[in-house]
């Protein structure tokens, strides 16, 4: 079992940056596909992007690709998303997801993930 807890969003001006962390806690981090999603309040939940938890491919959604970049630190038990270039409709909560060895062809499908954090606000003002 993974337990995932969020932290870094806040509020950011149109063309600034965040960096958002996922701390999970568990032994087997190393074996995780990890995601990150996002709802905007009426929207349904969306993918952002994701890495597999062997080649560290990732995958990002139309609008995150070259802005939004992904990492893990399997050492720290910790994973990333560094958005730069925000703009207003990145308006969010943003949460980070878990699904033991999941393969990418079915990275953005949300009801394939196990574990989900408790989600962080993500502000970009215009």
């Known amino acids: 079992q993974v337990q995932l807890v969020e932290s870094g969003g806040g509020l950011a001006q149109a063309g600034g940056s965040l960096r958002l962390s996922c701390a999970a806690a568990?032994?087997?981090?190393?074996?995780?596909?990890m995601a990150w999603f996002r709802q905007a309040p009426g929207k349904a939940r969306e993918f952002v992007a994701a890495i597999s938890y062997n080649t560290g491919y990732t995958d990002y959604g139309d609008f995150a690709a070259g802005r939004f970049t992904t990492s893990r630190d399997n050492a720290k038990n910790t994973f990333y998303l560094q958005m730069d270039r925000l703009k207003p409709e990145d308006t969010a909560v943003y949460y980070c997801?878990?699904?033991?060895?999941?393969?990418?062809?079915?990275?953005?499908?949300?009801?394939?993930?196990?574990?989900w954090g408790q989600g962080t606000q993500v502000t970009v003002s215009s």
């Open positions: 568990g032994r087997t981090f190393n074996q995780y596909t």
């Open positions: 997801a878990g699904k033991a060895r999941l393969r990418a062809a079915i990275f953005k499908n949300v009801e394939h993930y196990d574990y």
